[in-house]
Every structure is written in structure tokens, then in C-alpha cells.
């Protein structure tokens, strides 16, 4: 869900990610903490990929000092968001009595983003991680890298049995020209909020959440879709990829092992290419090279 203040150029982006979390955390196997990690920076992907225009893409890459290592997430404008971590069932104790998502990510690295923007090359903007709270560095970095000062908040809840109950997430950004007496009450505003776990294990909507930080500003709804855990990978994708390693990598293939068996690191889906599924392939590959 997006909205716009009327008077004053503040917007904002709310969404729930319960399913797609969830979806994310069976598939993966994930940990408590690994889990709570991923499950921010899939919403934190979720609402950057809501701003973006037709067939655009974000990606998001947190590379951190910590157990988990890494996690990458990628998200279009239609509301398909996927993701993994590096290492799933990595997990830390909880810390003051929440799980300790910066300790598993780690307090110093880097964080990468990537846009397709359907232009001749994406635009790509990294800056160091600030805390490993995901929701602070993605804040952090929309402050440097695109000098938009932004509000973001993003929680997940997870059960003692491992499931996820409650994700999601908001951002709150500021445009020139900006009125500072309208931001700073923004700011109170979003103290009041409540943690947006709290919000979401209460039931509260999008639309609701947006309502209450919104609150005593007028704003009008933009768009609303809906979000799911979807991968865009495919037998012909990885036999592309395969061409684009060169007739060598696909002949030393075919002659080791005489077959190929690629998994989707995102969805983990596997697929298999056959001694014949490779000769074509390398038949592809070699009548690429005679036509350049």
C-alpha cells in the first residue's frame, strides 16, 4: 500500500509479508534468527520494489561479519519478491530478550543495491552496514546513496515452533521542497508508532498502519498489490546461463560428468540437463561463435 500527503511531498509505504516470509522460511530451512534476518530484508525489498515502475527490479545484497554471512533478496514492481541467505541455519541466542538479527548478520559489512531500471546498464549504490538491523541500514543508505531521508521499520515474529505469524514493515520518505515543521512532526508521529510486529499480530492492515503514522495529515491511496514469495527461474534460463559459460565449460561438463544438475539458490528448485540437453547446448554454444 502507497499513499502521498496532500500539502506536503511525504510518502508513504506499508506492507504485510507474513506468507511470503513464511514461504521463504520452509523453503530455506531457516533458524529462528536466520529467518527473522531474511524475513526484514524481504520486506525492506518489498517495499523499495513498490516505488519502482513497470518491469523494474531491485536487488538488495547484505554482506555482513556475522554467521549468516550474506543475504540477497530481489524484487520487482508487481510485488514478486525472492531471497536467501548464506548460511540458513546459522542462529544466536536472543539479545535483551529479541532475536539478534545484527549479531547474525553481522555490525560491519556492506550493503548493495541494485536497480534495473530498464536502462543500458542498472544503477548500483553500496554503502557499510550501520547496526545489521537490516531496517537501519536500508534507512542509512537511502539517505546517502539517493538523498532521500527515509523512515523505515520492518519486524518479523517468529514461533517457538520456528513458523512465522507476523511480517512486515513501512517506509516513510521526505521530498524536497520540504517543510522541516511538517517532517518533525512526522518524526514525533512515527515514535508514537508501536513496533510493527505489535501492529501486525494485532491485525492491523496496511492501510492502517499508514492511517495511524499519517495521522491529523491528509493523504490519498496510490496503489495497493499484492505480494508473494515468487522465483523467475526455469529450465531455459539455466540452459542460458550454461551458454553463456563458453563451448569449453560446457564440453568439460559433458565429458566429466555427462550430465548437470543446477539448483535456484533462491527457490532451491533443481533441474536437470541430460547428455543430450548438453550436446545441444554446446551445438548452441558452437554455432554462436561461428556467426560472430
Do not use: W
Amino acid at each position: 500500500m502507497r499513499i502521498m500527503a496532500r500539502d506536503v511531498n511525504i510518502r508513504g509505504v506499508a506492507c504485510v509479508t507474513t506468507n511470503l516470509v513464511d514461504e521463504a522460511r520452509k523453503r530455506h530451512g531457516t533458524s529462528p534468527t536466520a529467518s527473522a534476518a531474511l524475513g526484514r530484508a524481504l520486506t525492506g525489498g518489498a517495499l523499495l520494489g513498490s516505488l519502482l515502475k513497470k518491469e523494474q527490479r531491485v536487488a538488495l545484497r547484505f554482506e555482513g561479519n556475522g554467521p549468516l554471512k550474506k543475504i540477497l533478496v530481489e524484487a520487482d514492481s508487481r510485488g514478486a519478491v525472492r531471497g536467501y541467505v548464506g548460511v540458513p541455519d546459522a542462529d544466536l541466542p536472543p539479545r535483551n530478550g529479541k532475536l539478534d538479527v545484527s549479531g547474525v548478520l553481522g555490525r560491519k559489512g556492506l550493503l548493495i543495491v541494485t536497480k534495473d531500471l530498464r536502462m543500458k546498464e542498472p544503477y548500483s549504490g553500496m554503502v557499510e552496514l550501520r547496526s545489521g538491523e537490516i531496517a537501519e541500514d536500508l534507512a542509512y543508505y537511502l539517505a546517502e546513496s539517493e538523498q532521500i531521508p527515509s523512515a523505515v521499520a520492518l519486524g518479523v515474529y517468529v514461533e517457538p515452533d520456528k513458523s512465522v505469524t507476523a511480517a512486515g514493515g513501512f517506509m516513510v520518505q521526505s521530498f524536497p521542497p520540504r517543510n522541516e515543521e511538517m517532517v518533525e512532526e512526522m518524526i514525533r508521529q512515527i515514535g508514537k508508532v508501536p513496533p510493527v510486529t505489535d501492529l501486525l499480530r494485532r491485525g492491523k492492515s496496511p492501510e492502517q498502519v499508514l492511517e495511524q503514522i499519517f495521522q491529523g495529515i491528509p493523504f490519498d491511496f496510490l496503489l495497493q498489490h499484492d505480494l508473494s514469495f515468487e522465483c523467475g527461474c526455469s529450465k531455459e534460463r539455466v540452459e542460458r546461463a550454461l551458454i553463456t559459460l563458453g563451448r569449453d565449460e560446457i564440453a568439460t561438463i559433458l565429458e566429466n560428468l555427462g550430465q548437470a544438475d543446477v539448483r535456484c539458490e533462491f527457490c532451491l528448485q533443481s533441474y536437470h540437463l541430460s547428455g543430450r540437453d548438453l550436446r545441444g547446448l554446446l551445438d548452441e554454444a558452437a554455432a554462436k561463435v561461428v556467426l560472430h
